[in-house]
């Protein structure tokens, strides 16, 4: 029984991906000749983090659509046939690269066959400042929990816009180096705040490993029990390693995301009680999706705020002095 219901969803899967393709090679491969005139670029974005970025170096030249709403995991998101079709109707797309959306590299593949502008936005990111992991030293995706490497990807916008919209290029300019001084002025405000949790506790414990660049910014020591993509399952050795650390050093609270099943972080918090410590969960942290549109937390500063502030509540409780 369990064995036909795999090889069914295996099936399906496969059928999946060839109608995304299909609808991908159906289309023809497009000209030279420019397509956009006053109206400005239609621009699909892949996550919502990224839709955020090309509306504020874009503004309202462009039209921007996200593919991934709140709370959607890039690391495990198909795109649909639907999602496909809109991707080849753009003039521009972006994405998130490095593999992030590891599901997805088929179809932006064929995209980038076809002629559709498809733009890495973490492809201006220096690579001696990608931090790498495993055997065959993989580049880790979350590069936009670093602020200052996500004004390397403005920079990356604003030119990939400015080359399928040479119109709009001083616009572009313009409004990306008002996002810049935004930017840097969270990322001073990020280090500032974080200095006051002691750095005994200043540790990030999180279900994924997604905070390597927030540590690594601000001085954050940080735990991830699921490893960078949320593909693979937590290990039940990784559990008690990390726990035994929280209960020595008496970390008052752990995380949540947004995007990732709390399932592994409360089976880490009841390995905590049981060597005699009380943890917190603190606030869930926005990782690699933005929060609904409208409150704060959906847009990218947003996000940084609130997780900066989130953590500054659990690891500091009760407002103690540093
Ligand atoms: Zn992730």
Excluded at 88 to 96: F, Q, V
Excluded at 174 to 195: N, S, V
Aim: neutral net charge; proline residues 5%; aromatic residues 4%.
């Amino acid at each position: 029984m369990s064995r036909l219901f795999l090889f069914l969803a295996a099936l399906a899967a496969v059928i999946g991906m060839g109608a995304a393709l299909r609808a991908v090679r159906s289309g023809a491969t497009r000209g030279t000749e420019p397509r956009i005139g006053a109206r400005g670029p239609d621009v699909v974005a892949t996550t919502s983090f990224i839709a955020d970025l090309a509306r504020n170096v874009g503004g309202e030249r462009v039209r921007v659509t996200a593919l991934m709403g709140p709370g959607v995991d890039p690391h495990l998101f198909k795109a649909s046939e639907g999602d496909v079709t809109r991707l080849g109707e753009a003039d521009l797309t972006l994405y998130g690269g490095l593999h992030l959306e590891g599901r997805m590299s088929e179809v932006l593949e064929r995209l980038s066959e076809r002629g559709v502008p498809c733009v890495a936005v973490t492809s201006g990111v220096p690579p001696g400042r990608l931090i790498r992991s495993g055997p065959g030293g993989t580049p880790d995706p979350h590069v936009w929990h670093d602020v200052s490497l996500w004004m390397e990807a403005a920079r990356t916008v604003r030119d990939a816009l400015s080359r399928v919209d040479p119109a709009g290029a001083d616009g572009y300019a313009t409004r990306c180096e008002a996002y810049l001084a935004e930017l840097a002025r969270l990322d001073a405000e990020a280090r500032d705040r974080l200095r006051a949790v002691p750095r005994e506790r200043r540790v990030l414990v999180t279900a994924h490993d997604a905070f390597a660049y927030f540590g690594r910014a601000y001085d954050v020591e940080v735990r991830g029990i699921q490893g960078i993509s949320t593909v693979a399952e937590a290990g039940v050795r990784d559990i008690r390693e990390v726990a035994d650390l929280i209960a020595r050093r008496r970390i008052p609270a752990i995380f949540v995301e947004s995007s990732v099943s709390p399932r592994v972080i409360e089976s880490l918090q009841a390995a905590v009680q049981a060597r005699g410590f009380e943890v917190a969960i603190g606030e869930a942290l926005l990782s690699d999706a933005l929060g609904d549109p409208g409150t704060q937390e959906g847009t990218y500063v947003g996000m940084i705020r609130h997780n900066v502030a989130a953590i500054l509540r659990g690891l500091r409780p009760g407002g103690e002095d540093p």
